[in-house]
C-alpha cells in the first residue's frame, strides 16, 4: 500500500484542495469537537467535509506561499482546526481519547515556497504532533 497523500494548497493550481476557496472560518472554541461529537467539527465551512478525507490519508501536505513575509491566515486557520481535531485523539481536557488506529494521518509537511521572516515552525510542528500524528516538518521548494 503506498502513502495516501491529502494536498491542500494555497495557490490557484493543483493540490486536492484549494484553501483560498474553502472560505475557512477560524475555530470558535466550542469545544464540541472533544466533548460532544469527538473528532468532528461543527463550523459550517468547506474545511469541515476535508476533515475526515484528511484523517484518512497516511500524509496531509500544505503548500504554501508567504504573504508579506508571514504565513497565510486561511494556512494559520486551518492548522488551528486541525489541531483542535487531533486533540480528540489524546486525554485533552480530560476526554476520553479515540483509538488513533481508527484514522490513517501520521505525518504532515510543509511546503514552504519562498523566504518566511514567520516561519511558525515550533509553534505548528507543536500544535499538530499529537494524536496519531508523530512526524511535521517543513521543506522548502522553489517559488513557481
Keep these: 500500500m503506498g502513502d495516501r497523500r491529502f494536498v491542500l494548497t494555497d495557490g490557484k493550481e493543483g493540490g486536492d484542495?484549494?484553501?483560498?476557496?474553502?472560505?475557512?472560518r477560524r475555530c470558535r472554541g466550542c469545544v464540541r469537537c472533544l466533548t460532544e461529537h469527538p473528532g468532528e467539527c461543527?463550523?459550517?465551512d468547506g474545511f469541515t467535509p476535508l476533515i475526515a478525507e484528511i484523517l484518512g490519508?497516511?500524509?496531509l501536505v500544505v503548500s504554501m506561499s508567504p504573504e508579506r513575509g508571514r504565513v497565510?491566515?486561511?494556512?494559520?486557520?486551518a492548522v488551528e482546526r486541525l489541531s483542535n481535531i487531533l486533540d480528540a485523539y489524546t486525554d485533552c481536557g480530560g476526554n476520553v481519547p479515540l483509538p488513533i488506529?481508527?484514522?490513517g494521518l501520521r505525518r504532515i509537511e510543509f511546503e514552504c515556497r519562498g523566504n518566511f521572516a514567520d516561519r511558525m515552525e515550533s509553534e505548528m510542528t507543536g500544535a499538530l504532533r499529537k494524536?496519531?500524528?508523530s512526524d511535521v516538518i517543513f521543506k522548502e521548494t522553489?517559488?513557481?
Design 72 to 77: 497565510p491566515d486561511r494556512v494559520r486557520k
Design 57 to 59: 490519508s497516511e500524509t
Design 142 to 144: 522553489e517559488e513557481n
Design 131 to 133: 494524536g496519531p500524528v
Design 42 to 44: 461543527e463550523i459550517e
Design 101 to 103: 488506529d481508527s484514522v
Design 17 to 24: 484542495a484549494r484553501l483560498g476557496e474553502l472560505g475557512i
